[in-house]
């Protein structure tokens, strides 16, 4: 049983981080030639989607934005021994000299990041990648640092980051739960 415990970001303050983070992403880069954006799913593809429509809004052009399934790359894939719900991984864009952004919505140990840089490079070898995340709430278990973050949440190991975005939740909100043991 979860409880929850604070609400982190609510609609408003989510769509603001977004719109900081494109700036954060454009100035960085100094624009966006050579610049595309992976999404991993489920909710970091939503949020890439966002951010390319806030860099459109910056910049007056589009981002190419991908969509990155990872499931294959993880490594509690042969652990949990669940069937894989692999799902279709579409990057309209050679990664090939770009620098790619990994997008995601939740940085906690790093294993999600690294598994996604392990699937980008079976589709080319990218100049450079970055990561951005909307929330990062601490626990690193590799060596993986976000180059955008939106927002830092320190929590303990019994709490969790809950992101609800309305595509998949028909709501955009951030929430602190607590398992109860």
């Given at each position: ?60 052009k589009d981002i190419p934005v ?23 991984t579409d990057i309209p864009f ?19 990041s690294r598994a996604a840089m ?64």
């Amino acid at each position: 049983m979860e409880t929850v415990k604070a609400k982190i970001m609510d609609e408003d303050d989510i769509r603001r981080t977004i719109t900081r983070l494109a700036h954060e992403i454009v100035e960085r880069n100094k624009g966006i030639n050579g610049l595309g954006l992976c999404g991993i799913r489920t909710r970091g593809v939503f949020v890439a989607r966002r951010l390319a429509e806030a860099i459109k809004k910056i910049e007056g052009k589009d981002i190419p934005v991908g969509v990155l399934d990872i499931t294959l790359y993880r490594d509690d894939f042969r652990i949990k021994r669940i069937g894989p719900g692999v799902q279709v991984t579409d990057i309209p864009f050679n990664p090939d000299d770009f620098t790619v952004i990994l997008v995601d919505d939740v940085l906690y140990t790093g294993r999600t990041s690294r598994a996604a840089m392990d699937a980008l490079m079976d589709y080319g070898r990218p100049a450079r990648v970055q990561l951005a995340i909307l929330v990062d709430r601490g626990h690193r278990e590799l060596p993986i640092k976000a180059d955008f973050v939106g927002k830092n949440i320190p929590t303990t190991g019994r709490e969790n980051v809950k992101v609800k975005l309305k595509e998949q939740d028909e709501i955009d909100e951030v929430i602190l739960v607590e398992s109860g043991e």
